[in-house]
């Protein structure tokens, strides 16, 4: 059983699409055990309650400095003895002592399809107004690995999405989760789950 830590920012949109896609069976053989959030007020940790998941607030906010709360971070997420860590839209930086501690077993979704629209300042609709500027026919989102750079590890899945005449970035950011983020994120999740998308391996340190 694969025991997943769901990290976000905000509303949840994509991690309760992962609870759905569990209560569903869409994904098997993994559980949520915890879902922990850098905002005491994002509606992420109801919907986590409602599934009987521990649901935890670690704020940098509440911390002198962004070590002791990196550590904090570090030590609540040891506690659940987590198998994969998923960032579902979680707008804080991953520092490098995390992702060295659970090398290849952090994985992020991000609302474009990779190397389009990511790096440094790409985020939420930031992703969306820049593909449209852009002038782009087709957008999507990928699930990719984590590693010390920004939206740079190595790609796991990717759903492509039509842009349409007339989309707002509030429209096209909709689209995308629909009709990809909310299916490819749990995919990602039971294909590592079940052994038919293979992680590298992890570093021997």
Request: hydrophobic share 40%; net charge negative.
């Amino acid at each position: 059983m694969l025991r997943i830590g769901v990290l976000v920012s905000g509303g949840g949109t994509n991690l309760q699409a992962i609870l759905d896609a569990i209560d569903s069976g869409a994904i098997t053989n993994a559980q949520v055990e915890t879902v922990i959030s850098n905002n005491p007020g994002a509606y992420a940790l109801e919907r986590a309650r409602k599934h009987g998941i521990d649901a935890l607030c670690v704020s940098p906010k509440t911390f002198e400095t962004r070590d002791l709360f990196y550590q904090a971070l570090m030590e609540k997420l040891e506690e659940y003895r987590l198998d994969l860590i998923v960032l579902a839209g979680y707008l804080v930086t991953i520092p490098p002592a995390m992702i060295r501690r659970y090398r290849n077993r952090i994985i992020n979704i991000h609302p474009s399809l990779i190397p389009s629209f990511c790096g440094v300042g790409y985020y939420g609709l930031k992703v969306h107004e820049a593909a449209l500027k852009r002038g782009v026919k087709v957008t999507g989102a990928t699930v990719h690995i984590v590693d010390e750079g920004v939206d740079s590890g190595p790609i796991l899945l990717q759903k492509a999405v039509e842009v349409l005449p007339g989309d707002t970035p509030e429209i096209l950011q909709r689209r995308v989760m629909e009709q990809a983020e909310w299916k490819i994120l749990p995919q990602a999740i039971d294909g590592i789950a079940n052994h038919r998308i293979q992680m590298p391996e992890e570093e021997q340190t």
